[in-house]
């Protein structure tokens, strides 16, 4: 029989680990010389695909069961997909996993009669069993004692029962998914160490299953040298709170940090606060790149993280953020949850201000979900929750927050993702933001401006969005000088624009003396063009420009002062955290030709 495990992404760089667990463990333990008719198969599709070209290419598959990997992004699609395949493909049997359906396996199969087995909880014991079983028959009545299924039987009555959550299984059972690198090629590879979490917060899926499992370093040592040695871009670790176990934690942080091949990147979910004075000087060694952390804080309102039932010491995880910054090599990627309980727009204001003072490289803000099987699906009437009958569930209104607020932080958080967190615009926000009152403010009036304008109706390359932060700020901050000047900085930082802004300060007169630049330095400048050097190549590939102060004092001190200055933005050598292009830079000094110096 042929099965084929479905995985339907969110985007295209994501890959699905679940059915790649499936599937290594179930051709682990079931031997195809015992079924010789086993077939397994894995398809990966993103919610982006249109629904008609998934179903098309499931039903020429001709699987004889199709199960799917039922997430919080893809159920309405799958739930489509299974209706429609019924209809064409209807000797065609339907399982699912996977959290969105692990605490509703019973409810699910009544919504949805073309499914007939649900599993409920960890899947690669359960899909492999299920292979076995379909193999010798598929007696129904034999899976009715079987702990983490829901199952409908066949027949006119459609007999169902659910038998709750599987049973926890050994991580070291689970065989490393990566026996060939080639598919992942421009995608984010995922890779776990660890299930379940010590913490038990009321809104995470992970806090039902408190009890913490660890992979053997054995195992994950040469499984991190299979990454290292093909240099994939990065590896994420889905570990739910990976340094929950200092010994795990720091075994594989020790071996990365001394076998780095300069290329791979690891990221990592912490608990700042967990961290120790031994694992932060092994991260003050760690080239810059190496690994990224995402932190979750959530909220800094007292009440908010005790209905939630988080603990973290607040002073200590942010004493370490800023230690951790303070070294220069290391992402950090701060997380808050807009819509907890007990938190109001003003409080949650706080909370953004009380992250954004710690200058984290992405400051994340999501929105509550609520969860199926969480302790906060239980809560959502006490604190009068109300969110979206359908996934995401996200919320819509609590005893303290109207949806009124709630579309204002929508604004907040689309504003800080477009301008803070794509990294482009970081001196501009650094001189601009300190002239109001607040952070959070500066925000929110940016958001009010932008909705206001209309602008969210409409797609925007990159030099619109500049011009459309240039006319905020002239607008509520009319005040600043050479806001031009400090936004073309930021703009060539990043990229050599094909098209010059039309708001840029006129240099052509300055062209005679960049090229006699590149003529005179650029062997030295650009050691790597080799004999090779051609000062034209050189003057195409990169780019000058003269400011009318010290770029390098607007980088440390967020503010356009000192002498006038030339700079040299070189796009062959970039910084491995954001991106920017490598600066070289000499003062004006009446066109000297003095050679110029790398800033850092």
Not at 78 to 87: A, S
Not at 344 to 363: C, I, M, N, V, W
Not at 460 to 468: D, F, G, M, P, T
Not at 472 to 491: N, R
Request: aromatic share 12%.
């Amino acid at each position: 029989m042929k099965y084929l495990l479905c995985g339907i992404n969110a985007k295209y760089i994501h890959s699905n680990l679940a059915v790649r667990c499936l599937e290594a463990y179930a051709k682990k333990v079931n031997s195809v010389r015992d079924y010789p008719g086993m077939e397994i198969e894995i398809r990966e599709y993103t919610i982006n695909h249109y629904m008609e070209d998934i179903l098309r290419d499931l039903y020429e598959a001709g699987a004889d069961v199709i199960i799917f990997s039922c997430y919080l992004w893809n159920i309405s699609l799958v739930e489509e997909l299974v209706c429609e395949l019924h209809k064409v493909a209807p000797d065609t049997e339907f399982w699912v996993g996977g959290p969105e359906v692990s605490y509703s396996g019973k409810q699910f199969l009544a919504d949805h009669p073309e499914v007939s087995i649900v599993m409920q909880g960890e899947g690669e014991e359960l899909f492999a069993e299920l292979v076995r079983w379909k193999e010798a028959g598929g007696d129904w009545e034999l899976l009715r004692g079987r702990r983490g299924l829901a199952v409908r039987c066949p027949g006119p009555e459609g007999r169902t029962w659910s038998r709750g959550i599987a049973p926890e299984m050994d991580l070291n059972q689970v065989p490393f998914v990566y026996e060939d690198f080639s598919p992942f090629q421009n995608k984010i590879l995922y890779y776990e160490t660890s299930r379940g979490c010590p913490y038990c917060c009321s809104y995470c899926l992970s806090s039902v299953d408190e009890k913490v499992r660890f992979r053997s370093l054995d195992l994950v040592i040469p499984e991190l040298d299979r990454f290292l040695g093909a240099k994939v871009p990065q590896v994420k670790f889905v570990d739910r709170t990976f340094n929950c176990n200092k010994k795990h934690a720091m075994g594989i942080w020790s071996y990365i940090q001394e076998h780095d091949n300069g290329i791979t990147n690891f990221h990592f979910e912490i608990a700042a606060d967990l961290l120790d004075e031994e694992e932060m000087d092994l991260f003050a060694r760690m080239r810059p790149g190496l690994i990224q952390l995402e932190i979750g804080v959530q909220s800094t309102n007292e009440p908010t993280i005790d209905v939630i039932r988080r603990r973290m010491d607040l002073n200590r995880l942010f004493s370490n953020v800023d230690r951790i910054r303070s070294v220069g090599n290391i992402h950090q990627h701060l997380d808050l949850i807009a819509g907890l309980p007990c938190e109001t727009y003003e409080q949650f204001g706080k909370s953004f201000d009380d992250l954004f003072a710690h200058r984290p490289d992405q400051l994340q803000l999501g929105f509550l979900k609520v969860l199926k099987g969480t302790y906060m699906e239980e809560q959502a009437g006490k604190y009068e929750i109300r969110y979206l009958s359908r996934a995401p569930y996200e919320v819509l209104s609590t005893h303290c927050l109207s949806y009124d607020d709630l579309l204002r932080l929508k604004g907040v958080e689309e504003m800080t993702e477009l301008y803070y967190n794509s990294g482009q615009y970081t001196c501009t926000l650094s001189y601009a933001i300190p002239l109001m009152d607040r952070p959070f403010h500066f925000f929110e009036a940016l958001a009010d401006w932008y909705y206001r304008a209309g602008y969210h109706k409409m797609n925007h390359n990159r030099l619109e969005k500049y011009r459309i932060l240039k006319s905020f700020l002239e607008e509520k901050l009319p005040g600043l000088s050479f806001i031009k000047e400090v936004m073309l900085f930021d703009l060539y930082l990043r990229e050599k624009v094909k098209s010059r802004p039309d708001w840029a300060p006129d240099q052509s007169r300055e062209r005679k003396y960049f090229r006699e630049m590149y003529r005179l330095h650029g062997r030295t400048l650009f050691p790597d063009a080799g004999k090779d050097y051609d000062s034209r190549k050189a003057a195409n590939k990169n780019h000058m420009e003269h400011f009318p102060f010290d770029p390098e004092r607007l980088v440390r001190e967020g503010k356009p002062v000192g002498e006038e200055t030339y700079c040299l933005f070189d796009y062959g050598h970039r910084d491995p955290l954001n991106r920017n292009a490598r600066i070289f830079l000499w003062k004006y000094a009446d066109y000297s030709l003095e050679y110029p110096q790398e800033i850092s």
